[in-house]
């Protein structure tokens, strides 16, 4: 059970018997309420109201700043995207390959919708953008993505797609090879770990997901470590974790 109360400026928790107070200005007490907003946010479908440059783009806007960083920082020429839905997300790194004068984005997703493509298709950016149908662990996809990427690129991927634990692992054994040095694969929604239960859910969640895929892959690929980026720019009161839909998302190429 957790408590808040503003006008004591407290987050009072209680569990299994045990009560637990922390200042309403501390981060232990905005990790506390985060999670929460977070699960509420699940149950309400907060993520699906929102647009970038027209096209829905069903992320929390938080995990969308946190990959700008990234993305701005990296400057990567090749961003790898499974899981396509709306395009949201496709017409959001292009808009950033633009601003960066570099790069372009290769969407995959086992089903674009027509309405979809053709929105995608007649957008301003889609000259930055490559769609490719199919499923992302299909051999001749993987080899189709892999002939658009050079010696030279730098390459960004993220998974978003089927988020299955056995889908991600694949996707991840097949598109890891092509991330390079200091940049990342991003294993988007282990949030689903914290949801068996939810609204939406599946009873399963709680080991069949992205988290877990992530930390599989991790501790059997020896040049891979889960290393969320140092935030660019931090001037909180002692906060250092993200407010996500992908925790454990990040794993870093060191080799």
Not at 173 to 200: F, H, Q, W
């Amino acid at each position: 059970m957790i408590i808040i109360d503003p006008e004591k400026g407290v987050v009072r928790t209680v569990t299994n018997g045990k009560e637990e107070s922390f200042s309403i200005s501390s981060s232990e007490a905005f990790s506390i309420v985060s999670k929460a907003w977070l699960r509420c946010g699940w149950d309400t479908k907060y993520v699906y109201g929102f647009t970038w440059l027209g096209r829905p783009i069903i992320q929390l806007p938080d995990d969308m700043l946190r990959i700008q960083e990234v993305i701005y920082s990296l400057k990567p020429s090749v961003i790898i995207e499974t899981g396509i839905a709306h395009g949201g997300s496709l017409v959001y790194y292009a808009s950033l390959c633009k601003l960066i004068g570099r790069g372009k984005v290769i969407g995959v997703d086992v089903e674009i919708r027509p309405h979809n493509r053709t929105a995608i298709e007649t957008h301003e950016l889609f000259p930055y953008i490559t769609l490719i149908e199919g499923s992302s662990v299909e051999l001749a996809v993987v080899n189709r993505v892999k002939e658009m990427v050079g010696s030279q690129d730098t390459v960004l991927v993220v998974l978003d797609s089927n988020h299955t634990k056995d889908h991600v692992l694949r996707e991840l054994e097949c598109y890891a090879p092509l991330v390079t040095k200091n940049s990342y694969a991003v294993a988007s929604d282990g949030i689903m770990k914290d949801l068996a239960g939810a609204p939406r859910s599946n009873s399963d969640w709680q080991t069949n997901n992205p988290y877990c895929a992530a930390q599989e892959f991790a501790a059997k690929h020896k040049d891979f470590v889960i290393e969320q980026p140092t935030w660019r720019f931090n001037e909180s009161n002692g906060l250092s974790e993200n407010v996500t839909y992908w925790p454990g998302a990040w794993l870093k190429k060191i080799t």
